[in-house]
């Protein structure tokens, strides 16, 4: 979802560079699966080495299939597949061709979930307390240690929530959609934290400009920024906002399961790194979650919303 949108925002401004084969993720542990995944990262690497021909260069890190409560061996392959394209940067010798700056999209919500005092910026210290946080940490650690000796700037983004209507509907996550989702085809949802929980919802189009801007501004070797809205709000408040836009009561009921000692009740966020964006305005929770209603909505008139 937020790949996506990075490559559309970079797309206003001239042409980008995809590989012509897609990265094959490895499925499983599998010796085969893996072999296919690193051959996939190498080919994308050796391509792009070729293609973008000495000019500046940047690279969207984006990718990711793991939530806060996968496994960890599905977390650990998304490690391998980053020491993987480290290890092929490294042999292709990207950073002798032309300046050259990687981002990559960490979780806010993941590795602040043990830290104090909210609202959490930049200084702040993060403290994971699951294992989808530790390997967002290792990430950051693997690209920032690779800046550091090929000389190559680094722009880690802590993201918030993201929200919007590539949301990827059967990856058990995204609150707003689950929610809107359920109430066209009048399904419970199942909510397992307590309605003052809080959190800050960003729209993805949104946080690709901010994305682009930081990585576009960014001057030093190394740059960490958080990926946020203007605004914190309570699950309580999300709830009545989404049925004042679906004019719907919500079907819901609350329970705990082992999810929910993994999330914390106040993830306040803000940054220390605002964006000079010029003639931009966020979109705001009532126009984002009516956005994904008509989404979701054609979808169901299609017979794809079951």
Known sequence: MLGSSVNDELLKFGPTWQPSSHIIWAENTDSQSIERMDSSIN???????????????????????????????????????????????????????????????????????????????ESSLPIAISDYGRQKLKIEDLFINYGKINNVKIVIGRIANLYGTRQNRFKKQGLITTLIQNSLTN????????????????????????????VTNANDSFRLVIICSNNNISLSRVLRLTQDVTRKKLLYFQSCDEDTTLQPIDLRLTTEHPNNLESFSETSLVVGINNIRLFLLDKLRQGELV
Do not use: M
């Not at 070729?50 to 960890?72: E, R, T, Y």
């Not at 199942?190 to 919802?201: A, F």
């Open 43 to 121: 080919a994308a690497v050796a391509e792009f080495t070729h293609a973008k021909d000495l000019q500046n260069w940047n690279i969207f890190w984006c990718a990711g299939i793991g939530v806060v409560n996968s496994p960890n061996e599905v977390l650990e392959l998304e490690i391998h597949a980053v020491k993987c394209l480290i290890a092929a940067l490294t042999r292709f010798k990207l950073d002798k061709c032309g300046a050259g700056k990687i981002f990559f999209a960490s979780s806010a919500g993941a590795v602040y979930a043990g830290s104090l005092n909210p609202p959490f910026t």
């Open 187 to 214: 399904r419970f949802v199942n909510i397992y934290v307590p309605l003052n929980t809080i959190r800050n919802y960003i729209y993805t189009e949104d946080a690709a400009k901010k994305i682009i801007w930081q």
